[in-house]
């Protein structure tokens, strides 16, 4: 099945330092979203963006809806040990300016910090 | 707690057995999906329930995939005739469709399976 082309794969970084993933999809969609997953456990949303152009911040996460409704980011500012984990991008296409409905995934994006 | 949950944790079978996964999601949550995750992978769409509307079955990969969602709450997944490539996570979510345009899909922890 489709997925979005999420970039980089994974990433070592020092604690303290600021962390940048995008994903990127050949078609559009309505709502972009941003997981993480820790291990053994299911994804857990960050953030969710439903306006092309939107940037959203939840605390140390900053997140933006490409214009073009194709594109979205994550930056994570000033790391700290518990980021550590796997991050996803998701994008839902809904119908009728809703935003409900399946989930398409990013590959993920391994992310680990040193203390 | 009353987030989604899934059983068992961990299932290990033989290749060409039947196994069933089970998902209870969040009280009064109306949608309901099923995605796998392979190793390595983002989660892929298998199929989804949203009340009493015909089930979207358009992810799932095979005749030997099915599931059913037993009045309005509990799902079950179902593999036939399993083969090691079905070896994944299978995460269930659930969501409120309330009468707002917005849904936050929760996810449980997963199932684990391995097909030897």
């Known amino acids: 099945g489709q997925q979005l082309n999420q970039s980089p794969q994974s990433m070592f970084i020092q604690e303290g330092e600021d962390v940048s993933m995008n994903c990127t999809s050949s078609?559009?969609?309505?709502?972009w979203l941003w997981y993480k997953q820790d291990p053994g456990e299911g994804p857990v949303l960050l953030i969710a963006?439903?306006?092309?152009?939107e940037l959203t911040s939840n605390g140390r996460l900053t997140a933006q809806f490409g214009i073009t409704r194709k594109d979205s980011f994550l930056n994570i500012s000033a790391s700290i040990p518990s980021d550590v984990g796997i991050y996803f991008c998701?994008?839902?296409?809904?119908?009728?300016?809703?935003?409900?409905?399946?989930?398409?995934f990013g590959q993920g994006t391994i992310l680990t910090v040193h203390p | 707690g009353a987030g989604v949950s899934q059983s068992p944790s961990n299932k290990v079978t033989e290749k060409g057995k039947d196994v069933e996964l089970r998902c209870d999601p969040i009280s009064g949550h109306t949608a309901l999906y099923w995605y796998r995750q392979s190793l390595g992978q983002g989660l892929e769409f298998l199929i989804y329930f949203q009340g009493n509307s015909a089930p979207d079955k358009s992810g799932l990969p095979s005749d030997r995939f099915s599931a059913e969602r037993t009045g309005g709450s509990v799902s079950t997944l179902t593999i036939q005739r399993t083969q090691q490539e079905d070896s994944a996570v299978y995460l269930c979510?659930?969501?409120?469709?309330?009468?707002?345009?917005?849904?936050?899909?929760?996810f449980g922890p997963g199932t684990r399976l391995l097909v030897l």
């Open positions: 963006l439903y306006k092309a152009g």
């Open positions: 998701a994008g839902q296409k809904g119908a009728g300016g809703t935003s409900y409905g399946k989930l398409t």
């Open positions: 979510a659930s969501s409120l469709r309330s009468a707002g345009l917005k849904e936050t899909q929760y």
């Open positions: 078609s559009i969609f309505n709502t």
